[in-house]
């Protein structure tokens, strides 16, 4: 059974500065996935991981995957309030199986 | 509005009614999935449908009963539910893993 771990679960940052989000997980995953979350809304896709070594940026956020070591991470670069947040990774167990397996999610308060 | 559209928005039930949670996508998505979110838990997978078809039930109980007319609609079923069953349910579709899902809005479901 796939387990996903991220920390830290929260993160208070202030802008400009920089910081790593981690997620672990327990077994193979094929893909690993990372959204974001607004306070009452709905989860918002940001990065698809589908191979070893995968790095993708989008503005201020780097995602990268090393499945060797079964760790993902999200990287913020000079952070600026808009990133409050919170942020989930979630991977995909395989063998046929389509659903994603989250974590508990990263919490993440930037202050001006 | 991500393509993917979640009634009602919000639910208030008692634990002896009968209710619906709609979904609809027409994003073109041939898989459609359940997701319940409860404060203090990481996002479960409660049920998957692939062209209609389901192919994952996460051991959800037995009054939580889904249906799947089409490819483009999914309905979640409740009754005789218990107040830890209060939570946000989450729909969501994919194209496949490679794509990750695309949620909606979600259902506020409380029940009293």
């Known amino acids: 059974e796939l387990k996903v771990e991220q920390n830290p679960l929260f993160l208070s940052m202030q802008e400009g500065k920089n910081y790593t989000i981690y997620c672990n997980y327990s077994?193979?995953?094929?893909?690993l996935y990372w959204y974001r979350q607004d306070p009452g809304k709905s989860l918002e896709s940001l990065f698809v991981?589908?191979?070893?070594?995968a790095v993708k940026q989008e503005g201020r956020l780097m995602a990268s995957l090393d499945t060797k070591a079964r760790l993902s991470t999200l990287h913020i670069t000079a952070a600026v309030h808009d990133l409050s947040a919170t942020y989930f990774c979630?991977?995909?167990?395989?063998?046929?199986?389509?659903?994603?397996?989250f974590g508990k999610g990263t919490h993440l308060i930037i202050q001006p | 509005e991500t393509g993917v559209t979640q009634t009602p928005r919000h639910l208030v039930m008692g634990m002896t009614n009968k209710k619906s949670l709609k979904c609809e996508q027409h994003?073109?998505?041939?898989?459609m999935y359940w997701y319940k979110q409860s404060a203090k838990k990481p996002l479960e997978l409660m049920f998957v449908?692939?062209?209609?078809?389901?192919?994952e039930n996460n051991s959800v109980p037995s009054r939580f009963s889904p249906e799947c007319p089409n490819s483009s609609h999914l309905f979640l079923h409740l009754h005789t539910l218990q107040p830890e069953d209060s939570a946000l349910y989450l729909c969501?579709?994919?194209?496949?893993?490679?794509?990750?899902?695309?949620f909606g809005s979600g259902t506020r479901l409380t029940v009293v």
């Open positions: 991981l589908l191979s070893n070594g």
């Open positions: 994003l073109g998505h041939n898989a």
């Open positions: 969501a579709s994919s194209q496949g893993l490679n794509y990750g899902y695309t």
């Open positions: 077994t193979t995953s094929d893909r």
């Open positions: 979630a991977g995909n167990s395989g063998g046929g199986a389509d659903g994603l397996t």
């Open positions: 449908y692939n062209f209609k078809e389901q192919t």
